[in-house]
């Protein structure tokens, strides 16, 4: 297929959007790369349908948005790749880690500016995606509380309890520990502005924000609760659902994400590879 003119279609109000007339594998010109970058920080959530993309194709469409960044979580690499994970559920692993709300290694030093997740095997019409707009949550805000959460700082770990921790536990106490010294909790403004657009966004996630630094911890609690229960909201959120062969692309600053855990115990599998850009969030 030749590259036409790319054509993007919003396909929810506050993110997402549709990528058509493109194929993934042949030449994309430089303004096309411009104009799928664009598109990635208005929408913060663009999918390509219809590809056919090996590994390789996959990194190489990924890098449009940013260098790629090895990553080490609990999924696989594919092929002993440090720039491909797999992401497999079947009888044996239940999406227990996927399936709550988080953005990717928010705990990093220097957490993925973006993700991309192509999908390799479907269950038909179940294991969709949803994606929240913490700059929408954000935006709903009043100015008092604007005023308030300003100078917060979140801090973020990866020894929270999460059902990926317990992967890397089984793994061997020695990795655990390991992956726990490597990635030891990190404090980070409650309100980052986005290094791309400018906009602000509630930097906190369910899966790794443990507290607010320096309030009290039943106040560190209710504001994130309250901050965290915006991304329930379907008017923040955009709801993917699946096909074979469709690569989606995120901005992990911007949005959190979740797999909608309705496919137990069916195959389903998925490549996903990380890029940076963004910078650290301080
Ligand atoms: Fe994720």
Redesign the pocket.
């Known amino acids: 297929m030749k590259n036409s003119r790319l054509e993007i279609e919003a396909v929810g109000a506050r993110l997402g959007a549709v990528i058509h007339n493109v194929d993934l594998t042949a030449e994309i010109s430089d303004g096309e790369k411009d104009e799928l970058r664009r598109a990635l920080d208005d929408h913060q959530v663009i999918v390509f349908p219809e590809q056919d993309l090996t590994p390789d194709d996959q990194k190489e469409a990924t890098r449009i948005f940013g260098p790629l960044l090895p990553s080490d979580t609990f999924f696989d690499h594919l092929d002993d790749d440090p720039e491909v994970e797999i992401v497999i559920n079947d009888e044996n692993t239940p999406p227990t880690g996927?399936a709550q709300w988080?953005a990717?290694l928010t705990w990093a030093a220097e957490p993925p500016g973006g993700?991309s997740l192509y999908s390799r095997v479907i269950p038909k019409g179940k294991g969709d995606t949803v994606w929240a707009s913490m700059t929408a949550a954000y935006d709903s805000l009043s100015d008092k509380m604007k005023v308030y959460l300003e100078d917060l700082k979140v801090v973020h770990s990866w020894d929270m309890g999460f059902p990926g921790r317990q992967i890397i536990f089984q793994r061997g106490g020695e990795h655990y520990i390991e992956h726990k010294t490597a990635n030891p909790p990190i404090a980070q403004p409650l309100i980052r502005t986005h290094p791309r657009t400018g906009r602000k966004i509630i930097n906190a996630n369910p899966t790794f924000a443990s507290h607010i630094a320096g309030i009290p911890q039943p106040e560190s609690q209710g504001i994130l609760d309250f901050l965290l229960s915006l991304s329930a909201r379907p008017e923040f959120q955009y709801r993917h659902k699946w096909r074979e062969g469709t690569l989606a692309v995120w901005d992990n600053s911007a949005t959190q994400?979740m797999a909608v855990d309705d496919f137990f115990p069916e195959y389903r599998e998925l490549t996903r590879v990380t890029f940076g850009g963004h910078g650290a969030p301080y």
Do not use: G, K, P, S
Request: net charge negative; glycine share 0%; hydrophobic share 0%.
């Open positions: 996927t988080h990717d993700t994400h």
